[in-house]
């Protein structure tokens, strides 16, 4: 379908078009959602038709962002750990934005639709942490107002911009398409490059459970820094002796540890990402002796068992 045809059947059903393109986006399909409200913008005739195409977008995001909540609340950190492991790039682990999504609490689902992929991950993260449902769908609904009120408005008040954009692009079909084509082929690229660069860094020193288990049962004194996610702490409880951090508080939970004794990083996300990334972080803040553990938390609890 072309932008043409997209306009005809805005201008028919337009409140539809933008509830199912909505949904579809925070179900978490790749389709984008501003092209679309900035057409249902400009094809707005008042401000009735522009209020009906923003409840139509408040709807279709909370009946998607409702389905992660419950699916977070239901299934956990297994939910979060799932969005991790499919991550094009393994060093932006889950465990990241949810100590961030708890530190930030309410404003972050009011923030979430501006920000590409959080928007997806936060609904889950709610539900994990079992956020009140009246006070996730408050936010929510804040949240898909704001993102899509300013698309719609902006799309009414350049209306003929759109407009003549459309024309252009219905002129240059071909050159246009060449050009989306490189961008996507850019960001791409760019995220495989990000890939290429942690697989590169995840070949630093691991230091094994067993290797742990014995200096600790010898006496060593080592630093362990827990950064699990607070969805993760809450389900399976604290390690003992570990000190819980995520990486905006990193070096703050170290500061007062000896650079040169040893630090061993532990999370509970696919390849080790965050406690490899936190690995990285120390040892290029002096603290060389840190290194992440293979397998991470589930070595941990698997070592525990055979005790």
């Known amino acids: ?4 045809q997209l306009a005809a059947w805005l201008e028919r059903d337009a409140a539809w078009v933008v509830f199912l393109n909505v949904l579809l986006v925070q179900a978490g399909l790749p389709v984008p959602a501003v092209p ?3 057409l249902a913008g400009s094809i707005a005739a008042g401000a009735g038709q522009l209020g009906l195409g923003l409840l139509a977008a408040i709807v279709g995001s909370i009946l998607a962002d409702a389905l992660w909540y419950f699916i977070g609340r239901r299934y ?4 979060l750990a799932g969005l991790c492991r499919i991550s ?11 100590a961030r999504f708890k530190r930030w609490g309410l404003k972050s689902l009011v923030i979430a639709k501006f920000i590409p992929g ?23 609904a804040v949240g898909a107002g704001l993102w899509a009120g300013v698309a719609l408005l902006v799309g009414w008040a350049m209306r003929a ?14 050159r246009a398409l060449t050009l989306v084509v490189v961008v996507i082929g850019g960001w791409i690229g760019w995220k495989l490059w990000k890939k290429y660069q942690f697989h590169r860094l995840a070949r630093m020193p691991h230091i094994t459970i067993d290797e742990l288990l014995s200096a600790m049962n010898a006496g060593d004194e080592i630093l362990l820094l827990d950064l699990r996610g607070p969805a993760l702490i809450a389900e399976e409880g604290e390690i003992p002796g570990a000190t819980i951090t995520d990486h905006d508080r990193l070096l703050a939970s170290v500061r007062h540890w000896p650079k040169s004794q040893p630090i061993v990083t532990l999370c509970a996300c696919p390849h080790d990402a965050s406690a490899i990334m ?11 002796a840190a290194k992440p553990l293979k397998g991470g938390y589930e070595a941990w609890v698997d070592a525990q068992g055979t005790r």
């Not at 956990?76 to 939910?79: A, E, K, R, T």
């Not at 911009?161 to 071909?174: K, S, T, W």
């Not at 936190?278 to 060389?288: N, P, V």
């Open 278 to 288: 936190a690995a990285s972080t120390l040892h290029k803040s002096g603290y060389r």
């Open 118 to 140: 959080f928007s997806t991950v936060a609904p889950p993260i709610a539900g994990a942490l079992r956020m009140p449902l009246s006070r996730f769908l408050a936010a929510s």
């Open 36 to 38: 679309t409200l900035l």
């Open 1 to 4: 379908m072309d932008l043409t």
């Open 76 to 79: 956990g950190y297994q939910v």
């Open 161 to 174: 911009q759109v407009r003549a954009a459309i024309q252009i692009l219905q002129e240059h079909g071909g």
């Open 88 to 98: 094009i790039n393994p060093g932006s682990c889950v465990s990241q934005t949810e």
